[in-house]
Nanobody, 121 residues
């Protein structure tokens, strides 16, 4: 089992930045590719970004490419999502996940509870 806990969400103005963290415990964190997803009210869960187990490969949804950056620190059992130039449409609950590398929810076996990000003036 892998336990995941997100933090770093909050209210930010359009154009602002936030950094989300995902702290992992349980099975060896570095064994797993990791991903970030988001879900807005009334919408389906959406892929945001993914990172390979080593951190050497990263993948992004077109909607966040160039604005968001995913990274991980295996020594700290933590994954990050740096979000810049935030837009109101980025408002959602952001969830981290661990499992197999992919852009669909079914690729991941372990999920956190999520952290709310609200972009509004």
């Amino acid at each position: 089992q892998v336990q995941l806990v997100e933090s770093g969400g909050g209210l930010v103005q359009p154009g602002g930045s936030l950094r989300l963290s995902c702290a992992a415990s349980g099975r060896t964190f570095s064994n797993y590719p990791m991903g970030w997803f988001r879900q807005a009210p009334g919408k389906e869960r959406e892929f945001v970004a993914a990172v390979s187990w080593s951190g050497s490969s990263t993948y992004y949804a077109d909607s966040v490419k160039g604005r968001f950056a995913i990274s991980r620190d295996n020594a700290k059992n933590t994954m990050y999502l740096q979000m810049n130039s935030l837009k109101p449409e980025d408002t959602a609950v952001y969830l981290c996940a661990a499992g197999s590398l992919g852009s669909t929810s079914t690729s991941y076996h372990y999920w956190g509870q999520g952290t709310q990000v609200t972009v509004s003036s």
